[in-house]
């Protein structure tokens, strides 16, 4: 099964891009995938994920790995998009830290980007089941 690894790092870090191969191949290698190419961003997605959906497009590859669904776009809408785009193609998600592929699992790691994501935008807790005097 030709597979190809995406990751991104929101800052220049050769450390954290490299972690995240790492962590890629040997998901790869556990499961029998063949890795035919590794694409990658610096900041917001954008050319390395472009050049990794064009790949999806033109080339026989059968999965993505990513370390984590994040990667995969910064904000919820644009990750969905990315998300649709691949299962539209036919590509199975991998994602290393959750041990999940497509399917109800990934929906519920969807679900949990989109709550930290509000959650980073909200400082404020959510209000609680207490009324004020």
Known sequence: MNTVIYRRSAVHNEKWLADQETACRQYASELGLTVTGSYYDIGRTGHGL?????????????AVIV?????????????????????????????????TTNGRDAIFVGIKQAYAEFQERHDDPLPGGHREP
Do not use: C, Y
């Open 50 to 62: 472009d050049a990794m959906l064009e790949a999806v497009q033109q080339d026989d590859v059968s």
């Open 67 to 99: 370390n984590d669904l994040e990667r995969l776009g910064e904000k919820i809408n644009e990750h969905l998009a990315t998300v649709q785009r691949l299962q539209e193609a036919g590509v199975t998600i991998h994602v290393t830290k959750e041990k």
